[in-house]
DNA sequence: GCAAAAGTGTTGTGCCTACACCCATGG
DNA sequence: CCATGGGTGTAGGCACAACACTTTTGC
């Protein structure tokens, strides 16, 4: 039956996220530890099987909800396909591994066996996921600079000290606040509410409190060279 | 039958590709144009059903072997999973779809019903394939900026103003020969062979040849914004 | 007034485009 | 020697990093 099926070109799909988010000053992922074999005590990502009327996207966006309660994905998008025919033992399944981010406020009210681990500090991962989790990660850290994901990242409402610690998490080194404020300003991404936070204890001015204008991905430096000529206003 | 298979959380998988080259000056993808129903006078992208023992890289680069003898792939990639439950009549089937690139010196033999098209004036296209090639295309014209995968589209020793053709009909622009020279040389990614090539009938200098120092995908621009501190040699 | 934190002004640098100019060949 | 195409020199602009300086708060 079993070799009936594998005949038949048939395939188990599989759905997985590595959900990123920026957990006290570092960049961590959620991963939940399996208990039984294969690969008991190891760390893996959460996700399952594609169900029978959802494609890729919605599927991972249920799962996650339902499983870890992962509900505030600002951003989800498509890694890539994992088709080793060995990478999970047993009848072949394919993965398709996703990226989702959660923004900083939020704190999702996860399983008994589920935690957040720091990216560059994982666990012993299980099957193929740690190179998941590695892809997850270069994907954010590439797009930080050339689009306007963070705000994925960022609550609704923050002042420009808070955006450097998580752009700096984020990126895996220190971001200047002048530098970040100045870039995302120039391109539009930044606007002010008008408020300001309160300073800490020991005093300070008064941190001016930023959005984002857009909430949805964009690409907003298109191209770093090779531009196209009389370079006005087409990019 | 069909049902308990569908129960079973098993699923059709093919993979398919956008094998581009720089043909006649323009863009072109090799698609084939179905004589059968479904969608019988359409074109569709080569490709097929993914096979029990090769990964989904392994299989589109043997399809493209053995059905449209494309065997000079200078580079792969995966684009996206393919995944709407309806994106197919019938069973359900995933589809991951590639980018390829062929070396514009090359020239498959293609089979009766296979053909290039430009994909700025794509035919009309079977399910999901039209979708394929335009993100194949956008991908390419991204790449082209911050990677070196010119390199996948030129044959191995070219004058600048040949690569220059290459690149414009890519980019879908023109791009000036002096300027593509200069970034290529500044990353790096150029090296003359020390000949040169004849000129035209009506004279003009000997152009030199030139080829690229690196025949792998490298990200040679990696940060557009927001580098590191210290910036010195961390790129 | 002083320390602390936020925000602005300014300078310098490197990458890139554009364009002028020089070079080598065929007729 | 002239037209044709290839290659180099150079100037200007823009985006960015770095850092000095100003502003606004708490104590």
Redesign the interface.
């Known amino acids: 039956m079993v070799d009936a099926?594998?005949?038949?070109?048939?395939?188990?799909?599989e759905v997985l996220a590595a959900v990123l988010q920026v957990r006290c000053g570092s960049l961590q992922v959620l991963l939940w530890q399996r208990a039984r074999a294969p690969q008991a005590g190891r760390w893996a990502l959460p996700g399952g099987?594609?169900g029978?009327?959802?494609?890729?996207?919605a599927s991972i966006r249920r799962q996650l909800a339902v499983k870890v309660d992962v509900r505030q994905l600002a951003h989800v998008e498509?890694l890539?396909?994992f088709?080793?025919?060995d990478r999970v033992p047993g009848p072949?399944v394919?993965a398709?591994a996703f990226l989702g981010l959660v923004p900083s406020d939020v704190d999702p009210e996860v399983p008994e066996d589920t935690a957040w681990h720091a990216v560059d500090a994982l666990p012993p991962a299980a099957f193929d996921h740690g190179a998941i989790v590695l892809r997850a990660r270069d994907r954010l850290r590439?797009k930080?600079?050339?689009t306007n994901v963070g705000f994925a990242l960022a609550p609704p409402e923050f002042t420009v000290s808070a955006l450097r610690e998580l752009?700096s998490a984020a990126?895996g080194?220190?971001?200047?606040a002048t530098?970040?404020q100045r870039?995302l300003a120039r391109r539009g991404l930044l606007e002010p509410t008008g408020d300001t936070a309160p300073p800490g204890p020991s005093g300070g001015r008064p941190a001016a409190l930023f959005r984002f204008t857009r909430r949805d991905m964009l690409v907003t430096?298109?191209?770093?060279?090779?531009r196209?000529?009389g370079g006005r206003d087409q990019r």
């Open positions: 099926i594998t005949r038949s070109g048939l395939l188990g799909h099987r594609l029978e009327h959802e494609d890729v996207e498509q890539a396909v088709s080793a025919p072949r394919l398709t590439a930080l600079s050339y752009y990126l080194y220190r971001v200047s530098n970040l870039v430096d298109p191209f770093a060279v090779l196209p000529p």
